[in-house]
């Protein structure tokens, strides 16, 4: 996590919530990238390697769901520099900081990507609910609001990934 002093004065950009609230939610802003971008990477990797009687609607889910979680990259970079924090800059610090873990297998059946998303999802939610924690904690609202939207949509990769895996 980000210490004001770790901070070039040129990045500071002002907030009424204190330098503490802007280290604590822009940290954990920070380690969230990262684990939105290994779960972006592991999902598209699922899409590009998915075999089998249920390829086709697979292969779409996977890359719908790939598309949604890239989507956050930004939202989720930016709220950490509206706070003046900052966030990842390389894919180094992606490696040193997240929390998914990679799939590097040569195979993995269907239903073995859809438990492992499954899961990966459901921890993302966790890792939300745990920084939504630290902006109510530090009344940083609008953090917390689209964190809420956030967990909503991976709650629907869930539910999706969970009805897919019942029928293989």
Do not use: Y
Request: aromatic share 8%.
């Amino acid at each position: 996590m980000l210490k004001k002093t770790d901070l070039s004065e040129d990045l500071l950009t002002p907030t009424d919530l204190g330098a503490d609230a802007r280290d604590a939610v822009a940290g954990g802003l920070t380690v969230l990238l990262a684990d939105i971008f290994s779960l972006f990477i592991k999902t598209k990797n699922f899409h590009w390697h998915v075999s089998g009687p249920h390829f086709r609607s697979l292969h779409e889910m996977f890359d719908e769901q790939a598309g949604q979680i890239f989507a956050m990259v930004d939202d989720v970079a930016e709220r950490a520099r509206k706070l003046g924090g900052t966030t990842l800059r390389s894919v180094g610090q992606i490696v040193a900081l997240q929390r998914i873990e990679d799939n590097d297998e040569m195979f993995v059946n269907a239903r073995q990507m859809l438990e492992e998303l499954r899961l990966d999802n459901q921890q993302l939610i966790k890792a939300m609910r745990e920084l939504h924690d630290i902006c109510d904690d530090r009344q940083d609202i609008a953090t917390a609001s689209v964190i809420e939207n956030w967990i909503d949509e991976a709650e629907g990769r869930v539910w999706f990934l969970f009805e897919a895996a019942r029928e293989i």
